[in-house]
């Protein structure tokens, strides 16, 4: 399984931006694919996850009404709308994957760097 994040970058204090994963190397039917995220000197958080089958989402409290998780099945894609961004959501922002029948992610992204500037 091979995931490509992109999406990150630099913006202002109430903005948005929108974060892919591309993922590649077998079909998702039986998995959930999800986002975590890393801040500086901090462990790494769960963000947002989806069930890839139903769409089925999750969501951490903190970014509960801000965040949207969705997948576009034709492009094995995930995404990551990230609205009214915070200083605090400044972070690496990492995809991942994982069976259905597991709880622990086995494969990762790269990661994507997004900073929120006050």
């Known amino acids: 399984v091979q995931l490509q994040a992109s999406g990150g970058g630099l913006v202002q204090a109430g903005g948005s931006l929108r974060l892919s994963c591309a993922a590649s190397?077998?079909?998702?039917?039986?998995?959930?694919m999800g986002w975590f995220r890393q801040a500086p000197g901090k462990e790494r958080a769960f963000v947002a996850s989806i069930i890839w089958s139903v769409g089925t989402t999750y969501y951490a409290d903190s970014v509960k009404g801000r965040f949207t998780i969705s997948r576009d099945k034709a492009k094995n894609t995930v995404y990551l709308q990230m609205n009214s961004l915070k200083p605090e959501d400044t972070a690496v922002y990492y995809c991942?994957?994982?069976?259905?029948?597991?709880?622990?992610?086995?494969?990762w992204g790269q990661g994507t760097l997004v900073t929120v500037s006050s």
């Open positions: 991942a994957v994982r069976h259905l029948k597991r709880d622990e992610y086995d494969y």
């Open positions: 190397g077998r079909t998702f039917s039986m998995y959930a």
